[in-house]
C-alpha cells in the first residue's frame, strides 16, 4: 500500500506545497506540486497571517485542480511544514550514562535518552535533535560503541530549535485553510537530506539553502551533522539592494536580478553594457541601466553573504573540514554564476543541488528550488511509514478528511 | 563665505583663487604638513601632535586621526561663517583623510559645507583610485553640496607633459571656483547673493561643475558648445533638477547672449530643472570676454528649518532616498534587522561598503 504525505512551503517569495507517494521501505514520487507568490512574509518571518491563510488556501486550490485533471481526488488534510528564518538556531548537548562493563544496546538508548534531556526556554520549540558521535571515556568519535569497555558513554548531539511563536504563526495561517501542521522542520536540513550523497557526508559537506528571505546552512562531517544556523539575508535583499541603487519597484528589481544580473563581474565586459528596465507601468517610460553596476550590486551583496558564512564556519573550525564542498540549493541558488562566485569567495567546491532520493522533480527547469520540500517528503516517508500502523494511520487519517 | 584648502593638493588650489581674485577673499590652509604654511596666510596645522607637522605620508586613515584630533582648531577661522567651500583633492593623504573629518566638523556646527575634490589620474593607480572612490561617498553623506572632478576630465589632453598637466587641473579647478566667488562677492545686474547661494548649496547634493570662455561675435555660441561637449558635465547617472548658471562679462554683455546662453543650457540640460542665473559685470577683468560657470545638481535635497540651520547632511540625504525608504533598508523596514559586526545587512551591501556604481 502506499503512503502519502504533503509537505508545505511558506517562504518569503513563495508558497509551496508538494505531495508525494512512495512504498514502505521504496523510492517517494513527487506526485503533484504548486507553487504561488507568497504575500505577508518578510525574511522568512510571517508578518500577515491572513494574506499567508490566503496563500496556503491557492496551493492547496492548485493541488486539488492538478489532481482533479489527472483523474485524482484527495482533500489534503496536513502537512510537513517548512521552515525558515533567522530565529531558528542550533545548540550542543551532551547526554552521558554510565556503562558496567561493555556497552549495550540498552546503554545506547540510556545516552540517547540523556541527550534528549536538554531544556528548551519556554519560548523555543524544538525543530530536530541531531545525533552525533559517541564516546567512551576519554576515546571519542566513535560511532558504534556497542561492545566496547568503558565506563562512562557520551553521546554529543546538535538540538535545533525555533521561535515557538513564529511556528504558531505559520500553523494559524495554515489552520486557516484548513490544514494541519503535522511536524515543522528546519528547511536546511531538508534540502540537505534531498542533496548530499553518503560520501559527501563523510567527507565533510555544507549545504547553503538560500531562500528568499534567510539563507540556511547545514554543515556534515564524518556523516554528521556538527552546526547549523541562518543568516538572515536572502534573495530580498539582492532584490533590495537593485531597487535602491536603480530606483527601481521590487518588481523591476526582481526582473532585473533573475533576467539579467550576474554574481560575477567579469561577465559584463562580454554582454551589452546598458540593461533595459520596462516601465513600471503603461504610462512609465522605460530606461536603461549599466550591466556593471546592477552586478556590482549583486557581487557586493553575494560577496558579503559568503564572507560571512566564511566567518561563522572559520568560528567553528569547519572551513577546512569540508572536503566534499558546498551544495546549494533554494529558489536565490538559481542566480547566474553564483556557484563560481561562491567556490571563490569560499574556496571549495562548489554545486548546484537536486533532489537525488524522490522522483518526480526531474523535469524542472530549477531543480534546486524543490531540495528542502524534496527533502521534507523524503523525511516523512522514512519516518512515519516504516513505523507502527498506529502510526501510519493517524497520519493518513489526516491527510484524507 | 570661507574658502578651505585642505591638504598640498587643496592649499595649492585655494592659492590660485587668491591669486586670481584679489583681496577681500576670506580663506584658510589646512595641511598635516608644516611647510605648507611657511608660504604665508592663515594656516591650520592638523594633527600636530600625532603627526609633527611631518606630511600624512599619504596616508588616508593617518590623516583622518590627525584631523579627528585637531579639526577644531579650524573654529577660530569659522567665526560668522555662513557657508564653507572646500577645495582638496583625493586619492591619498590628508586630502582624502581630513577633507571627511572637516565637512563633518562643520555640519556640527551648522555651516554648510561645499566641496570641490579632484580625483586621481587613472594612471595613479587602483589603490588610490579605490581610496577616491570610498572617501566620495562618505563625503557625500556629509556634505551638503559636493563636486568631484576627475584629474582625466580637466586636462583632457593626453599629451601634455605631466608636471604641465598637474598645474593645468589645478588651475582649471582654481580659476573655476574664483569665478564662483566673483559672482557671489561681486555680483552684477542678476545678483545672486550669498544667502541666496546658501540656501541653494543647502539643499543640493553631489553636483557637475564646469566653466568656459569665450570671446569675437560668437562667443555665446562657442559657450553653449562647449559647455554641452565639457566631459566634466557628461553624466549618466540621472536627470538635471537644478541648476546655477553665472555669466561674468565685461560691459558689453549683450541681453541678447545672456538669453541665447540660458536658453542653450536650459534646452540641453532640462527645462523641467529649477534655474538660477546670476551675472558678473567687471570691465577690467572680462573685457571681450564672457565666461560662464554652471552648476548642474542631479537631485534637490528637500530644505527643512533644520537645513537652513545647517542640518547634518546624512539625515537630509535619507530623507531624499524615496523608493526604498530612509536608510535603504526599503522592504526590510518592519523587519527584525541582521546584525553583522556591528552592521544591519539588510541595509545594501554597496552603501555600507562605500562601492560606486558604474552608472
Same mark, same amino acid.
Given at each position: 500500500m502506499s503512503n502519502i504525505y504533503a509537505a508545505l512551503e511558506i517562504g518569503t517569495t513563495r508558497t509551496m506545497l508538494a505531495v508525494g507517494e512512495g512504498e514502505t521501505g521504496g523510492r517517494l514520487q513527487v506526485t503533484c506540486h504548486a507553487e504561488i507568490p507568497s504575500a505577508g512574509v518578510r525574511k522568512s518571518q510571517i508578518l500577515d497571517i491572513n494574506q499567508v491563510t490566503q496563500s496556503v488556501k491557492g496551493v492547496l486550490h492548485e493541488i486539488e485542480r492538478k489532481q482533479s485533471e489527472t483523474g485524482s481526488s484527495i482533500t489534503i488534510g496536513n502537512a510537513f511544514l517548512i521552515v525558515s528564518g533567522q530565529h531558528i538556531k542550533a545548540d550542543p548537548f551532551t547526554g552521558s550514562t554510565l556503562v558496567e562493563g561493555r556497552v549495550k544496546e540498552s546503554d545506547l538508548a540510556e545516552v540517547a535518552e540523556s541527550a534528549r534531556t536538554m531544556t528548551l526556554p519556554k519560548d523555543r520549540e524544538l525543530l530536530d535533535i541531531a545525533d552525533q558521535a559517541y564516546s567512551l571515556d576519554s576515546l571519542g568519535g566513535i560511532s558504534t560503541p556497542v561492545g566496547m569497555a568503558g565506563r562512562i558513554l557520551k553521546l554529543d548531539t546538535l538540538h535545533i530549535h525555533a521561535d515557538r511563536n513564529r511556528i504558531e504563526d505559520a500553523r494559524t495561517a495554515a489552520d486557516g485553510a484548513h490544514l494541519e501542521i503535522r511536524e515543522p522542520l528546519f528547511a536546511a536540513t531538508c534540502a540537505a537530506d534531498a542533496v548530499l550523497e553518503e560520501h559527501e557526508r563523510r567527507n565533510g559537506a555544507l549545504v547553503l539553502d538560500l531562500g528568499g528571505g534567510s539563507t540556511g546552512y547545514a554543515a556534515y562531517c564524518d556523516g554528521y551533522l556538527v552546526s547549523a544556523g541562518v543568516i538572515g539575508v536572502g534573495g530580498d535583499h539582492i532584490t533590495n539592494d537593485i531597487a535602491h541603487a536603480f530606483q527601481t519597484t521590487q518588481g523591476q528589481a526582481e526582473a532585473l536580478k533573475v533576467n539579467e544580473a550576474s554574481a560575477m563581474l567579469l561577465r559584463a565586459e562580454s554582454s551589452s553594457p546598458r540593461v533595459k528596465i520596462p516601465g513600471s507601468s503603461p504610462l512609465m517610460e522605460s530606461r536603461t541601466v549599466s550591466r556593471r553596476a546592477l552586478d556590482t550590486v549583486v557581487n557586493a551583496r553575494l560577496r558579503e553573504l559568503f564572507a560571512v558564512l566564511r566567518e561563522t564556519l572559520e568560528e567553528r573550525d569547519l572551513l577546512h573540514r569540508l572536503h566534499a564542498g558546498v551544495v546549494l540549493t533554494g529558489? $536565490? $541558488?538559481?542566480?547566474?554564476?553564483i556557484d563560481e562566485l561562491a567556490h571563490r569567495e569560499l574556496g571549495m567546491n562548489v554545486r548546484r543541488g537536486r533532489p537525488i532520493y524522490v522522483d518526480g522533480l526531474d523535469k524542472e527547469d530549477r531543480p534546486e528550488a524543490f531540495a528542502a520540500i524534496a527533502g521534507a517528503l523524503s523525511y516523512a516517508h522514512h519516518n512515519y511509514a516504516e513505523k507502527s500502523i498506529f502510526g501510519f494511520d493517524r497520519l493518513l487519517k489526516g491527510l484524507f478528511k | 563665505m570661507l574658502l578651505i584648502g585642505i591638504g598640498g593638493a587643496g592649499c595649492a588650489m585655494v592659492r590660485g583663487v587668491t591669486r586670481a581674485f584679489g583681496d577681500g577673499l576670506r580663506y584658510v590652509l589646512a595641511d598635516t604638513d608644516a611647510k605648507t604654511g611657511e608660504a604665508g596666510g592663515p594656516f591650520v596645522l592638523i594633527g600636530g601632535d600625532r603627526l609633527s607637522g611631518r606630511g600624512s605620508g599619504g596616508d588616508i586613515v593617518a590623516a583622518r586621526l590627525a584631523a579627528e584630533d *585637531?579639526?577644531? *582648531?579650524l573654529d577660530d577661522s569659522l567665526e560668522g561663517v555662513r557657508l564653507a567651500v572646500i577645495l582638496t583633492a583625493l586619492g591619498g593623504g590628508t586630502g582624502g583623510g581630513a577633507t571627511l573629518e572637516t565637512v563633518k566638523h562643520l555640519s556640527e556646527r551648522g555651516i554648510p559645507s561645499c566641496v570641490f575634490a579632484t580625483t586621481p589620474f587613472a594612471f595613479e593607480g587602483e589603490t588610490r583610485q579605490r581610496n577616491a572612490r570610498g572617501m566620495m561617498t562618505l563625503i557625500e553623506e556629509a556634505a551638503n553640496a559636493c563636486f568631484f572632478i576627475p584629474m582625466d576630465k580637466l586636462v583632457g589632453d593626453a599629451e601634455s607633459d605631466m608636471p604641465g598637466a598637474m598645474r593645468r587641473a589645478a588651475d582649471t579647478l582654481a580659476s573655476g571656483v574664483t569665478l564662483f566667488w566673483r559672482l557671489v562677492e561681486?555680483?552684477?545686474?542678476?545678483r545672486l547673493d550669498a544667502e541666496r547661494v546658501r540656501h541653494i548649496i543647502a539643499g543640493a547634493g553631489r553636483g557637475r561643475f564646469a566653466y568656459v570662455s569665450a570671446q569675437g561675435p560668437e562667443r555665446a555660441r562657442e559657450i553653449v558648445d562647449s559647455l554641452i561637449n565639457s566631459p566634466l558635465l557628461l553624466s549618466a547617472s540621472g536627470p538635471v533638477s537644478s541648476i546655477l548658471c553665472g555669466v561674468l562679462a565685461g560691459d558689453d554683455l549683450r541681453l541678447s547672449e545672456v538669453g541665447f546662453v540660458s536658453e542653450g543650457i536650459r534646452e540641453s540640460f532640462g527645462y523641467k530643472a529649477s534655474f538660477e542665473l546670476a551675472t558678473v559685470n567687471d570691465e577690467e577683468t572680462f573685457s571681450g570676454r564672457i565666461s560662464v560657470v554652471l552648476m548642474l545638481f542631479e537631485s534637490t535635497r528637500p530644505e527643512s528649518d533644520e537645513s537652513k540651520g545647517g542640518e547634518p547632511a546624512r539625515r537630509r540625504k535619507q530623507r531624499a532616498i524615496l523608493s526604498t525608504g530612509p536608510t535603504g533598508r526599503g522592504r526590510f523596514n518592519n523587519s527584525e534587522p541582521t546584525i553583522w559586526n556591528g552592521e544591519d545587512l539588510d541595509t545594501p551591501t554597496f552603501l555600507r561598503k562605500n562601492i560606486s556604481l558604474e552608472f
Open positions: 529558489g $536565490a $541558488a538559481a542566480m547566474r554564476d | *585637531s579639526v577644531q *582648531s561681486k555680483p552684477g545686474y542678476i
